[in-house]
């Protein structure tokens, strides 16, 4: 969830990027917002798609492995931009699985197998 007192410096930096190409001046705007909410997904992964789309995505690496599973597709990406394909394909293979088990349904009790008793043996 974004924080209300950081959208001023997130809005000044699209502005910055999206509508003016200013990068150097937008860039330190979104690395503020990023300081002041480091645990927020939204603001994270706008600074890294931003980053990717500047060639820079390398400067989003930090803040996006604190989130785990929910950023290895974006890791994934920025590996592969940089032309590293191992670690990008290992970052992909893990979202990828992380997808599929959210996707799974519960897991159901195990269910007893009925045991047959032995007939008794007849006697001749």
Known sequence: MRHPANYPALRLAE???????????????????????????GIASTYAKRAMFLGIGDRAIPALKRFGPKADRLLGDIHAQAQRFDQSQDYWWRATLHQLQDQLPPARPPQTIPTVKPRPAEST
């Open 15 to 41: 502005i910055l990027l999206r509508n003016c190409w200013l990068v150097d001046e937008a860039l330190p705007h979104y690395e503020e917002v990023l300081r002041l909410a480091p645990d927020d997904w």
